[in-house]
């Protein structure tokens, strides 16, 4: 597996306004220089955000869940390295890293809203598979992820999902956000703030799932359609915050 993403990520069990801190940060706005990026994240209670700014140790989890959910990195000698948000002081990584199972992620469902949020850069349009994040097996879950130049963000329940795809160019940082909202059967996803599409869902709720959670690659298997299941080395050629 190679050494060569950089990593953060957000996941909120319910919904939640997108995405004004997206806008705020990539325009410079005024609260971008009153506040601190971690502190208005926070302040959406997360019931897990992952900085990964460390440079030892295990990936850390800031937010409600502690440390029952901190992440372990793949490559300890991949630490410390600069993060794509901007105008924040805080490191990141190229190690890809993998998370513990957790009744409020994903082991105690159903699940009736979930948002999912990262900061990425590619490095290439690359023809293969590119994991951002990923929660689940071939049945039930969530993922985010790249093939060639398209982003795609989804949901799946018993077998059968949704997924949204939009355009990207390597090179440039995005903030991507996928929003589960069961009450509406609805997938959606949203890039540097603004909504990219949005697909009906079969299912009003994604059942316990427990193969793996992920970041910047695949923990067992990850859904990619209705007829295709994805497994192996599916990394992020690029960086994450």
């Keep these: ?6 990593l953060s990520a957000i996941l909120l069990l319910g919904l939640t306004m997108i995405l004004a801190r997206t806008l705020i940060w990539g325009t ?13 994240v926070l302040a959406d209670d997360p019931i897990a955000y992952w900085r990964l700014g ?19 990195y793949y490559y300890s000698d991949s630490l410390g390295v600069p993060g794509l948000v901007p105008r924040d002081p805080d490191l990141s990584t190229h190690s890809t890293v993998s998370i513990p199972n957790h009744d409020d992620i994903n082991t105690n469902g159903p699940y009736n809203a979930k948002t999912i949020e990262i900061w990425f850069e590619a ?3 690359k023809d293969n598979t590119q994991v951002l994040y990923e929660q689940g097996d071939r049945s039930d879950g969530l993922n985010l992820f790249l ?5 795609h963000v989804g949901a799946w329940a018993n077998n059968s999902g949704s997924w949204i795809n939009t355009t990207i160019t390597p090179g440039i940082i995005y903030h991507v956000a996928l929003v589960f909202d069961g009450s509406s059967q609805t997938v959606t996803g949203y890039l540097n703030g603004a909504s990219f599409g949005s697909l009906a869902t079969s299912f009003t709720s994604i059942p316990s799932h427990s193969d793996g959670i992920a970041i910047g690659v695949i923990n067992g298997e990850t859904r990619l359609s209705n007829s295709r299941v994805g497994s192996g080395n599916l990394y992020l050629d690029g960086d994450m915050d």
């Design 1 to 6: 597996m190679s050494k060569v993403s950089r």
């Design 28 to 40: 410079g706005g005024a609260s971008a220089q009153s506040c601190s990026y971690q502190s208005v």
């Design 123 to 125: 490095y290439y349009a």
């Design 147 to 151: 093939e060639g130049d398209q982003l």
């Design 54 to 72: 460390e440079t030892s140790g295990p990936a850390v989890n800031i937010s409600n869940l502690g440390s029952a959910v901190n992440g372990t």
